[in-house]
């Protein structure tokens, strides 16, 4: 059996690396690779042997760690939303709850579905794609569920009880469909709506009613 080895800062000697160990570094390398090649080819345009021939790795490592191409893209999708939610826990950090938490909840999702409308549009695709698959499309709903989840507890974290007009949940549902519906509204023209719009009327809308 070849083991791979690293060395410690002061060991002096290499430790090698124990087959656990191993398998987590090629599940992590093929995970980067998988995330690059996905953006850059699309969902339907990606294929295990090029994510495999990226990764230098021959395609029997990539299904000892994923049942298929949909597994590799859900497994993304999971640490996307693990990743979603410690960002929204740091956009919120500095105030309690209030019109400013929210406020900043709200710009900080936009900036980021923004800064990344590659991996939403390759979310789209998939989405679509997974409709016609039932299994894969059970297993979506799962986690897109658990998204919508997180993102609900970060909103009730922000406006607090009495903020909101609509439930938290519906909040969090309206945030999903507006990133998603930019992303395809600037497919066809790249200016559509710029964020700065987005935010004013989502500032508005946020706005306390004032009395007469």
């Known amino acids: 059996m070849t083991f791979k080895y690293r060395r ?12 656990a160990e191993q398998t987590d570094r090629n599940r992590e390398a093929l995970l980067e690779t998988a995330r690059t090649v996905f953006v850059e080819r699309g969902y339907a345009g990606a ?6 021939r990226e990764a ?21 999708l999971e640490r996307r939303i693990e990743d979603r939610a410690r960002d929204n826990a740091r956009s919120t950090r500095r105030t309690g709850p209030g019109p400013d938490a929210l406020r900043a909840l709200v710009r900080a999702n936009r900036r980021r579905s ?20 039932p299994d894969v499309a059970a ?5 897109h569920e658990r998204a919508l989840d997180a993102l609900t507890s970060a909103v009730e974290d922000a406006a607090g009880p009495d903020l909101l007009p609509v439930g938290a949940r519906t909040f969090a549902t309206f945030l999903f469909a507006l990133d998603l519906g930019m992303t395809l509204e600037r497919a066809a ?10 935010l004013t009327i989502l500032d508005h809308l946020l706005a306390p009613e004032s009395t007469p």
Do not use: C, H
């Open 47 to 52: 294929t295990l042997d090029a994510i495999a």
């Open 114 to 133: 923004a800064q990344d409308t590659a991996w939403m549009r390759l979310t789209i695709e998939f989405r679509l794609a997974a409709a016609r698959e």
């Open 189 to 198: 023209d790249a200016g559509a709506l710029p964020d700065r719009d987005v």
């Open 8 to 19: 410690y800062i002061n060991a002096g000697v290499p430790t090698r690396l124990t087959r």
């Open 56 to 76: 230098g790795f021959s395609k029997g490592v990539v299904y000892s760690q994923f049942a298929s191409k949909a597994d590799l893209l859900l497994t993304l």
């Open 139 to 143: 297993r979506y709903a799962r986690v």
